[in-house]
């Protein structure tokens, strides 16, 4: 399935303050945790993920540090701050709020042919 | 087993080849590009793909270079600056000469805007004589207007934005032109020397367009005034040179050039210089990018030791400071160059980078600054509760408290940033969200004053 662009690029911030309130982690293992999440279904270009946590950086949401690797190499590891959990607990109502009035809505209609999925 | 282990290191080497030659991708990102390239290969492999076929996968699904580029030139919009990797794709070589035609036709423009009131008679220009006053009341508008013209073409302005831009140059050059002022009194003199800091906003709107209200529209725009300073006196020198190589070359044959080098040579030169530098920094930006930071590391010592020097120096010999208008000025322009060298080292400065030993010397320059204003405010307000207000004192007094609590407050935050406490980004939307200040200070003089204290 293809996801709409716009809602990949609306749902990319929430979805790394959610992974980084999990526990510290870096940019492999984000992505590697979102398509674990949504059983492969949002297929992030991998490239695109570092523009964003660069951005959630400056505006203080997170945290880097440069830390080592398993094998000894560089790797830069991201951190939730107390702004980007404030942050989290936003976006979360308002998603909530989103998947409320979604999931009532799909609720009136017809359900959807399985194959379709 | 050792080959293909050659290989993929070659691979990688290359890809970050590759990866360097984007400029906005900055030797940091790449590292953590090639921990996530990597950490795919070795899953892929894990999941029984060879080696270069893992590499490739890998590269595959990290995505198209030239969109991941363009996404960290949106994010890193100084890198952009830099760079120009957008917009520079497409005017390779014709935009190039169109934009000189332009550049010049208006530093010709400029250039006669002055002239013209020297040929037609109206206020003629003499080599043996006093400078007119007329040139200093409107030197900023023989040249700024031209300057934000530039602006308006290159950026592509709406028309809105035009009337944003003439209406400020159309009061300016009412209030310095149509004011009685009592003739070189103290405050029209006020009046000329902060006319072109209150239009300097002005330019500041044409050059940032839209993204004036952005923290990085008015950075740029902190680079673009501090490179143009630079290139601007680079010409200055070749052409204090060229007028004195003309006196040289026509004084060897009898003639005394004075008359065309400082009516015609002079004059339009300044003027056009102004629009050529504006233009150099716009399309040569490379060139001064890599000797602006340097000149702040060399300047941001030496002002320090200046400083702490001065301060010592004060409360050892317990003298006070003179109350002349001329030293109160360079008193002023001192502490501008502070913040001047504050602005532009944060402007060169790699934002995510951790802080180091030059913040700290920073830190103690703005200190110093900060007490040197304190001198300078507590020695006006004596002055002022002595003698009473005069606008030089009034004006003083303004300009030394908006320069003390913007140096207080960026020694809090750049103190907190320096020692690992708080970020860089706040230091820098608290400066360039201060710039407007500025100018609505000096706009305040030069509009306020002279009814004020009655044009004296």
């Known amino acids: 399935m293809n996801i709409n662009k716009d809602l990949m690029a609306a749902s990319a911030t929430p979805l790394v303050l959610a992974i980084l309130a999990e526990g510290d982690s870096y940019g492999y293992a984000i992505i590697k945790r979102v398509r674990e999440l949504s059983d492969g279904q949002l297929e992030w270009t991998d490239g695109m993920l570092y523009p964003v946590l660069h951005r959630l950086e400056r505006l203080e949401f997170i945290k880097a540090r440069w830390g080592k690797s398993e094998t000894g190499r560089k790797r830069k590891y991201y951190q939730l701050t107390s702004q980007g959990k404030a942050q989290l607990a936003e976006h979360r109502q308002q998603w909530q709020a989103v998947d409320h009035a979604l999931r009532l809505v799909w609720n009136i209609m017809a359900p959807l042919p399985q194959a379709a999925c | 087993m050792a080959d293909t282990l050659i290989d993929i290191e070659a691979m990688i080497a290359d890809w970050r080849r590759f990866l360097g030659q984007r400029r906005v991708l900055a030797p940091e990102d790449i590292d953590e590009l090639e921990d996530h390239l990597r950490g795919q290969v070795a899953e892929l492999q894990s999941r029984g793909l060879s080696e270069d076929e893992a590499f490739l ?139 072109p800091i209150a239009l300097w906003l002005v330019v500041g709107l044409a050059y940032a367009g839209e993204r004036w209200a952005s923290v990085n529209g008015r950075m740029d725009f902190v680079r673009f005034t501090g490179e143009q300073f630079i290139y601007y006196l680079l010409i200055a020198i070749g052409g204090w040179i060229f007028i004195g190589l003309t006196f040289i070359l026509f004084s ?198 002279p009814p004020l204290f009655s044009f004296q």
């Open chain 2, 57 to 195: 996968v890998a590269i595959r699904r990290l995505g198209k270079i030239d969109a991941i580029s363009r996404e960290f030139a949106l994010e890193h919009t100084d890198r952009l600056w830099k760079h120009l990797v957008m917009a520079g794709q497409d005017a390779a070589g014709a935009g190039f000469n169109r934009e000189m035609v332009v550049a010049l036709l208006l530093a010709v423009g400029a250039a006669v805007s002055l002239k013209f009131w020297d040929i037609t008679g109206l206020f003629p220009l003499q080599p043996d004589q006093e400078l007119p006053l007329f040139y200093l009341v409107n030197a900023p508008f023989f040249v700024l207007p031209w300057l934000c013209g530039y602006f308006f073409w290159k950026r592509g302005l709406s028309n809105g934005h035009l009337l944003k831009l003439v209406i400020p140059f159309l009061v300016a050059a009412l209030v310095a032109n149509a004011y009685p002022f009592a003739r070189a009194g103290n405050t029209q003199v006020l009046s000329i020397l902060h006319m």
């Open chain 2, 252 to 449: 060897s044959i009898g003639m005394n050039p004075e008359r065309l080098a400082f009516t015609w040579v002079l004059p339009c030169g300044m003027n056009g210089a102004f629009i050529v530098a504006a233009w150099l920094v716009e399309s040569k930006q490379g060139v001064i990018e890599n000797i602006a930071p340097v000149l702040t590391r060399v300047f941001t010592p030496l002002f320090t030791l200046l400083l702490a020097g001065f301060l010592v120096t004060k409360l050892v010999t317990g003298q006070g400071i003179s109350m002349e208008r001329e030293v109160l000025i360079v008193y002023d322009i001192v502490l501008v160059l502070v913040l001047g060298l504050l602005l532009y080292s944060l402007s060169a400065r790699d934002v995510e980078a951790p802080p180091n030993l030059f913040d700290k010397l920073q830190v103690m320059l703005v200190v110093f600054a900060l007490l040197s204003d304190l001198i300078a405010l507590v020695a006006i307000a004596g002055r002022i509760s002595e003698f009473g207000l005069s606008p030089n004192r009034v004006a003083a007094l303004g300009e030394n408290l908006i320069l003390l609590v913007n140096l207080a407050w960026s020694a809090v935050l750049y103190f907190r940033f320096a020692w690992g406490r708080g970020a860089l980004a706040p230091l820098v939307s608290w400066q360039t969200g201060y710039l407007p200040v500025y100018a609505a200070w000096a706009a305040v003089v030069v509009v306020v004053f």
